[in-house]
């Protein structure tokens, strides 16, 4: 559950207070320290926040407790699309209203945070809900593996009506770079509860004959999400 009451992102609203009027102010939680350094956010709460932020389609940032301007520019683009006051501060009203919308799977935004252009982004889930986790995973993979931060973005998640353990998650270009971004597609899969990508590029993706790093994805999930490998010979 994503915590505090009363914080901002990029940095502290009037009349809150991180419990120390020291700009590098630390939060004692039990028998562990944690520097709020201004952000008003442990790193937890801040992973917590940027995991739901992804979920509804205002961040494409990485996943790392860290507050910076991706952030700030995903919790104004949420409190845009959801009529609340632009103002980059993660307080009460922005809190509930990304909980929820969150917990529901529901994609708010049209435009990932970095950009001021607008674009398409569908989710499906005729088949359920994609968990935050997965799209975790879809960014963690992509900010190793892929182009540089900010050029590319989820266009589209879709949960196997087959098996629900496997997700398809499209990439594209963000606004601004499609002359230098390829798209691709993938799928993401749950195994001991534990979401991670097994495989990404631009075709025939999880057909056999697979590797290590690429496993073969079940033919009855490729035909449940409408995709077909080249016949074996």
């Known amino acids: 559950m994503l915590v505090a009451s009363c914080a901002a992102v ?9 419990g120390s ?4 102010s630390t939060t004692t939680t039990g028998a562990s320290t944690t520097s709020t350094s201004g952000s008003g ?3 937890v709460a801040i992973r917590a926040l940027q995991s739901a932020l992804l979920t509804v389609g205002c961040y494409a940032g990485k996943v790392d407790g860290a507050a910076g301007p991706l952030t700030t520019a995903a919790v104004r683009a949420f409190q845009g699309a959801e009529g609340l006051r632009v103002d980059g501060v993660y307080g009460s009203n922005t809190r509930t ?21 607008t674009t398409s982004t569908t989710t499906s889930t005729s088949a359920g809900t994609v968990p935050p986790a997965a799209i975790a995973a879809i960014n963690a993979y992509e900010a190793t593996n892929g182009p540089a931060t900010g050029t590319w973005q989820i266009t589209s998640t879709q ?14 270009p963000a606004p601004g770079y499609q002359n230098s971004v390829q798209g691709g597609y993938g799928f993401v899969h749950s195994s001991a509860g534990a979401w991670s990508v097994v ?16 496993p073969v ?12 490998c080249p016949p074996a010979g």
Do not use: H, M, W
Request: one cysteine or more.
């Open 41 to 43: 956010l442990t790193p």
């Open 217 to 228: 994805v079940p033919t009855p999930v490729q035909t449940g999400f409408g995709l077909t």
């Open 21 to 24: 009027s020291s700009p590098n």
């Open 97 to 117: 209203k990304l909980v929820a919308a969150a917990a529901a799977g529901t994609r708010v935004c049209t435009t990932t945070s970095g950009s001021t252009s």
């Open 199 to 214: 495989g990404f590029g631009s075709a025939e993706v999880g057909c056999p004959p697979g590797t290590a790093q690429t």
């Open 10 to 18: 990029a940095l502290i609203a009037a009349g809150c207070s991180s």
């Open 159 to 172: 949960v196997s009506s087959v098996d629900p353990s496997y997700v398809l998650f499209r990439i594209g």
